[in-house]
């Protein structure tokens, strides 16, 4: 990201995630896109909303005519948000999002109401965030800002300064931020969080193939994307070995997935691209890990939103 500015592709991805209630089936529904991002993307969104019909067409016909692709970003959303809610349903009240951006998941998801969400972030990108937020009460229990600059502060710290408790396990969610960042920042994050984070606890990250699953042309055309807002990929790693780097560093791998395995259970089709991922694993284990969720899942119509309200977060 460039200094001084929010992410453009946490912004991307919020303004899809806006798009997401459009399709049908809808996996998810933010209705916190569209304040959060304000200007030419959150007027977009509205008109969107406003010619509903067409708007889903119009997704249909880019899904089809992309393979299902222009789809991953709510899929891989929708994943995440059964990782969080099967956490809650496990007795876990913590949620740690790493590389949060624009991330709405304490303002719509219901099941948070017993939990502390911890949002963890470039200072530059939650200043934006909170002055959009406004006095937005979210629907879990606390949000903490937690204002990390990778280059010279420490996760560590700054999470237990803003309250993180160690005593008990969380669940973590990393989302969309690995593929950027260079093997010895993700082997120390992941360190880091094995030294925070209590038996039980539970680590979500989304990840990029090699290449494997996907065309050469797809790939550089990804690349160019990214590479327009100033953050480049810089890792793709195959399952086996995205496995063996977390269990080397003291987590045991419950599940890893990709759009083969969730377009079926999610949306009843096949789906042969595989570029992005997602691994699911605990640190200290509590039995036999489980299988992946199967469903039925909660359409995104059953989620509770937020309305304006007078508490401040932070």
């Known amino acids: 990201m460039r200094p001084g500015q929010s992410s453009r592709t946490a912004r991307w991805v ?64 929708r994943v ?40 963890v972030d470039h200072p530059d990108t939650q200043a934006h965030k909170r002055q959009r937020l406004g006095d937005r009460a979210p629907l879990a229990r606390d949000v903490r800002f937690v204002g990390v600059d990778f280059e010279v502060d420490s996760l560590a710290t700054r999470l237990t ?14 989302e969309g931020v690995v593929m950027y960042l260079p093997e010895a920042a993700i082997d120390a994050t992941l360190a880091t969080l094995a030294s925070l984070l209590s038996a039980g606890s539970q680590v979500a990250i989304s990840y990029s193939r090699t290449g494997a699953g996907g065309t050469a042309l797809t790939r550089r055309a990804l690349g160019v994307v990214v590479g327009a807002a100033g953050e480049a990929f810089r890792h793709h790693e195959e399952p086996p070995a995205m496995a063996a780097r977390v269990e080397r560093a003291g987590f045991s791998v419950r599940w890893d997935e990709g759009h083969p395995d969730w377009v079926p259970r999610l949306l009843g089709q096949r789906q042969g691209w595989d570029i992005q991922r997602i691994v699911l694993s605990t640190n200290g284990g509590k039995g036999s890990p489980p299988s992946p969720p199967t469903g039925p899942f909660p359409p995104a119509s059953k989620l509770r939103f937020p309305a304006s309200g007078a508490r401040r977060v932070g």
């Open 80 to 119: 995440l948000d059964d990782v969080v809610v099967g956490a809650v349903a496990e007795g876990i009240d913590q949620l740690v999002i790493l590389g949060a951006g624009f991330d709405a998941r304490a303002w719509r998801l219901g099941e948070l109401s017993s939990c502390t969400v911890f949002e």
């Open 14 to 77: 919020a303004f899809l995630r806006g798009l997401a209630h459009h399709g049908r089936p809808a996996l998810v529904h933010d209705p916190l896109a569209a304040p959060l991002l304000g200007g030419t993307a959150g007027a977009v969104l509205a008109m969107a909303d406003r010619v509903g019909p067409l708007t889903r067409v119009l997704l249909a016909v880019l899904a089809s005519a992309s393979g299902g692709r222009s789809r991953f970003m709510s899929i891989r959303t």
């Open 161 to 174: 300064e803003a309250g993180f408790d160690t005593s008990r396990p969380a669940v973590v969610l990393w």
